[in-house]
T-cell receptor, first 114, second 114 residues
């Protein structure tokens, strides 16, 4: 399977703990995006990488959030000092960088903060 | 800023009936438009996309959408609903350049009644 994969699929943590999610994009895609989706809402953009460079960050991405894509392949999203409001589905998508081809989404990581 | 509005958070149709999911967009530049489908606890799957070529776009699973600039609409249709079409559908817009960040609507849940 050469689609976008995310790990873990589910994460339950206690408030105040740190969590890290991983995304493996489609190998030939140089663009990688992170989104957050809360219940009843569409995905909201968090951040974007082109190769290893993080080129845009949403204001939703507070200083507790950090994302990396060290070698331009997989990416990690870390949330420090989690809060109950961080509970959501975190979606990763990748794209080939050619305009209009769309983005291809992974299955998401569902985070529950107790 | 770009945005999409999906009219109707829930739509119910009978099996075999026409599916019509409405989407209106707002964009200051020629947009790219997308429809995605999301099954429970899964990521988003691209159904179809409009990228300024033909205004009637055909996608997977028998869905199609028509871009109408005068109405700023991109409604999704399917002539005959199947039970397997029950899911949440998201309309989305991105610009044709830059980071191609995608802005999603709030989604429409489609229920198919046997």
């Amino acid at each position: 399977d050469t689609g976008v994969s995310q790990d873990p699929r589910h994460k339950i943590t206690k408030r105040g703990q740190n969590v890290t999610f991983r995304c493996d994009p489609i190998s030939e895609h140089n663009r990688l995006y992170w989104y957050r989706q809360t219940l009843g809402q569409g995905p909201e953009f968090l951040t974007y990488f082109q190769n290893e460079a993080q080129l845009e960050k949403s204001r939703l991405l507070s200083d507790r959030f950090s994302a990396e894509r060290p070698k331009g392949s997989f990416s990690t999203l870390e949330i420090q000092r989690t809060e109950q409001g961080d509970s959501a589905m975190y979606l990763c998508a990748s794209g080939p960088g050619l305009a209009g081809l769309g983005q291809f989404f992974g299955p998401g990581t569902r985070l529950t903060v107790l | 800023a770009q945005s999409v509005t999906q009219l109707g958070s829930h739509v119910s149709v009978s099996e075999g009936a026409l599916v019509l999911l409405r989407c209106n967009y707002s964009s200051s530049v020629p947009p790219y438009l997308f429809w995605y489908v999301q099954y429970p606890n899964q990521g988003l799957q691209l159904l179809l996309k409009y990228t300024s070529a033909a205004t009637l776009v055909k996608g997977i699973n028998g869905f199609e959408a028509e871009f109408k600039k005068s109405e700023t609409s991109f409604h999704l249709t399917k002539p005959s609903a199947h039970m397997s079409d029950a899911a949440e559908y998201f309309c989305a817009v991105s610009d044709s350049g830059g980071y191609q960040k995608v802005t999603f609507g709030t989604g429409t849940k489609l229920q198919v009644i046997p």
